[in-house]
């Protein structure tokens, strides 16, 4: 079930999402027009279906090209599918990304937020990231698979 | 165990592995010279039953260079597509050869390794007497397996997702791959609640309801959901009891490239025909037994892995059974 909390900054409406993204997605229930500016939050989610990712599309290919859309925090999940879908984040703009990294020592997984700008200046180079127990922890994915909406 | 292993490959790599595979599933091994006429290599494959074919069909090798459609024909007269695995370093999906050919049941990508040759030697067992059809042939013996649960709801999918997910954060699997699996048994769900059923014509009627409806399933339209854990793997199947898969239809998903062509909303269809495609592109390994008209099963396969680094690391493999 996705929990979606809306919190207003400034001008811009920003959408923090927790949990599954699925058939039910739906933000026009939520929204019944659009802010001048849209801050998505995908911290929180976890997984997305099929038919969640058609809803998300449906939805957002929709907003206006006057609305300042953003996604920010965006969940491996949500990553998965900038890799995997040409036009998932639709007009908008990817500001910063969960990156995985897993310990060595103690085998938690820890998430970093890089910016998707700063990533792109370094070619996609990883800080040294320390996990909670003192360990040094690695990324935790394949880098040209979970990068490459960044390069391309 | 009784048989060969016919290797078509010319790769010191290849020959390494299925030659110890075969040693140690007590099989003959033959490594044919490749360009060698076909009927010669009709003696060699024998009779349905005796050889396990495995075909390396990586573009512009030798054994790529073996002219397909004839060896397709020769391989659906001697030995049956259901022991012909075709072996290459890309995904399948890359392979448009393949998405667009039917005379092999199974390919798998070029990462061997210890769980590579115990899943196909599974599959040497389950073969045996052409009887590809439980989830227990792809377990140990012994193997702790759950009580089938069977949906009798369109509203119990999401339970049942949330219930793949629970067990494997049970057992520690790295919460990004129980996502991913729990997904991927999403997926299964809906194509067994929504594409599988079927009139008594053969025409679908439920792949036009929309995802969100709620409804019972009535004694032919229940879906079965069961899981097996062994030392190497997970595996989740899901049943249903049309034996509806088209597997063109399946490879036609396969093939799609949305990361180079944009994916177009339809809002005249319920589904989002994207299932299958994020499922193999995110490294699923899929095995689809099917009986027409009697039951489509789809065996998803996870190997036990520390990290979703090394899960995408190791091999895939997908397969299609018709009996």
């Not at chain 1, 979606?4 to 409406?13: F, M, N, S, V, Y």
């Not at chain 1, 990304?97 to 070619?123: D, H, R, T």
């Not at chain 2, 592995?17 to 140690?24: D, G, I, V």
């Not at chain 2, 049943?239 to 490879?251: A, E, N, P, W, Y």
Request: net charge neutral; hydrophobic share 40%.
């Amino acid at each position: 079930m996705l929990k979606i909390k809306p919190e207003r900054a400034g001008t811009a409406l920003v959408l923090k999402l927790e949990g599954e993204i699925d058939e039910t997605f739906d933000l026009t229930k939520l929204l019944p027009g659009y802010p001048p500016e849209m801050q998505v939050n995908c911290r929180g989610v976890n997984r997305i279906n099929s038919v969640g990712v058609k809803a998300w599309i449906g939805y957002f290919q929709k907003v206006p090209p006057v609305v300042k859309l953003s996604f920010t925090e965006c969940s491996p999940a949500i990553v998965e599918q900038f890799n995997l879908i040409k036009n998932f984040k639709c007009s908008g703009e990817v500001i910063s990304i969960c990156v995985p990294f897993m310990c060595k020592k103690c085998a938690k997984n820890v998430i970093n937020v890089f910016e998707v700008k700063a990533l792109q200046a370094s070619k996609c180079a990883l800080p040294p990231v320390k996990c909670p127990c003192g360990g040094e922890a690695e990324f935790d994915d394949i880098p040209e698979e979970f990068f490459g909406f960044i390069s391309t | 165990m009784s048989g060969r292993i016919v290797l078509i490959s010319e790769r010191d790599d290849d020959r390494k592995f299925f030659a110890e595979l075969a040693s140690e599933a007590a099989l003959e091994f033959h490594n044919p010279p490749i360009l060698t006429d076909l009927k010669g290599m009709l003696q060699i494959f024998g009779n349905p039953g005796e050889s396990f074919v495995f075909w390396a069909t990586d573009v512009g090798t030798a054994a790529d260079s073996i002219p397909r459609q004839e060896m397709a024909e020769t391989l659906s007269k001697s030995i049956g597509s259901e022991f012909v695995f075709m072996v290459s370093d890309q995904p399948i999906y890359e392979l448009d050869h393949l998405t667009q050919s039917f005379f092999y049941s199974h390919h798998l990508t070029r990462k061997f390794d210890a769980k590579l040759a115990v899943l196909l030697k599974r599959f040497f067992k389950a073969g045996e007497g052409n009887r590809w059809i439980n989830l227990h042939d792809f377990l140990s013996e012994g193997a702790p397996q759950s009580q089938p649960l069977t949906l009798i709801s369109s509203t119990h999918r999401k339970a049942a997702c949330d219930a793949v997910q629970n067990v494997l954060s049970k057992r520690g699997v790295n919460p990004r791959i129980s996502s991913l699996i729990a997904q991927g048994v999403d997926e299964l769900l809906m194509n067994s609640i929504f594409d599988a059923p079927r009139k008594s014509d053969g025409k679908p009627y439920r792949n036009y309801v929309p995802r969100t409806d709620v409804f019972y399933l009535d004694d032919k339209e229940r879906v079965t959901l069961e899981m097996g854990f062994t030392e190497t793997h997970f595996t989740f199947s899901v049943t249903d009891q049309f034996g509806s898969l088209d597997r063109k239809i399946v490879q036609r998903f396969i093939k799609k490239d949305y990361s180079g062509t944009e994916y177009v909303v339809r809002e005249d269809k319920s589904g989002a025909g994207l299932g299958v495609y994020g499922l193999i592109q995110t490294g699923v390994s899929l095995i689809y037994v099917v009986k027409p008209g009697v039951m489509t099963r789809a065996i998803l396969y996870v190997p036990l892995v520390n990290s979703y680094k090394e899960y995408r690391s190791t091999f895939q493999f997908i397969s299609f059974i018709f009996l």
